[in-house]
């Protein structure tokens, strides 16, 4: 079982930063591939950006790349967004989650997840 707690978002000016983080509880945390997803309302959640166990191998949606970064720490149970140049249309919930593999997998858990509101 791994339980996950977003923290980090709130409310930005277009242009702004913010960096979400990820906190994870349970010893298995170096074992999954971890990810952030995003919801804005009336649309369907959203890949953003995922970051194997090594930490070495990244992916991003394309209307990410080149602003936002996904890390992690697995001594800290800890998976971090850095979000830049930050646009409205980022506007959303955005949620972590755990994946056994990537992409071939869906999330065996999801955090509560945590608003980002970027206003123009």
């Known amino acids: 079982q791994v339980q996950l707690v977003e923290s980090g978002g709130g409310l930005v000016q277009d242009g702004g930063s913010l960096r979400l983080s990820c906190a994870a509880s349970?010893?298995?945390?170096?074992?999954?591939?971890m990810g952030w997803f995003r919801q804005a309302p009336g649309k369907e959640r959203e890949f953003v950006a995922a970051?194997?166990?090594?930490?070495?191998?990244?992916y991003y949606v394309d209307s990410v790349k080149g602003r936002f970064t996904i890390s992690r720490d697995n001594a800290k149970n800890t998976v971090y967004l850095q979000m830049n140049s930050l646009k409205p249309e980022d506007t959303a919930v955005y949620y972590c989650?755990?994946?056994?593999?990537?992409?071939?997998?869906?999330?065996?858990?999801w955090g509560q997840g945590t608003q980002v509101t970027v206003s123009s």
């Open positions: 970051i194997r166990r090594n930490a070495l191998t990244t």
């Open positions: 349970g010893r298995t945390f170096s074992s999954y591939v």
């Open positions: 989650a755990a994946m056994p593999r990537f992409p071939s997998s869906s999330p065996d858990y």
